[in-house]
């Protein structure tokens, strides 16, 4: 079974920094997109970025400038460098993967429980 594990969140001052990464695990042929989305309370779910296979990145306006998205693909892990922070980042952040299984024959979309960020002003 596939799973994706969150970690690196917490707690920062807003200005601070904190980086987050996701480890897919289990019986995986290959990962086409991994990224990250968040949801903050009474909002719904956005993306944040999200980085392909041949390193192509995307990000949304909001974390321009501020987030660096980058993967390891030898260890199946995608790392979301986030600097600047401000207290408007305050969200549960959910990692994506788009994804083969091995033995599969079609990618589909694995996601992470989510990892609490804080950023307090």
């Known amino acids: 079974q596939v799973q994706l594990v969150e970690s690196g969140g917490g707690w920062v001052q807003s200005g601070g920094s904190l980086r987050l990464s996701c480890a897919a695990s289990?019986?995986?042929?290959?990962?086409?997109?991994m990224g990250w989305y968040r949801q903050a309370p009474g909002l719904q779910r956005e993306l944040v970025a999200h980085?392909?296979?041949?390193?192509?990145?995307y990000y949304s306006d909001i974390v321009k400038g501020r987030f660096t998205i980058s993967r390891d693909n030898a260890k199946n892990t995608v790392y979301l460098q986030m600097n600047r922070l401000e207290p408007e980042d305050t969200a549960v952040y959910y990692c994506?993967?788009?994804?083969?299984?091995?033995?599969?024959?079609?990618?589909?979309?694995?996601w992470g429980r989510g990892i609490q960020v804080t950023v307090s002003s």
């Open positions: 994506h993967a788009n994804l083969m299984p091995s033995g599969g024959f079609y990618y589909y979309d694995e």
């Open positions: 980085i392909n296979s041949r390193d192509n990145t």
């Open positions: 289990g019986s995986i042929s290959s990962i086409d997109v």
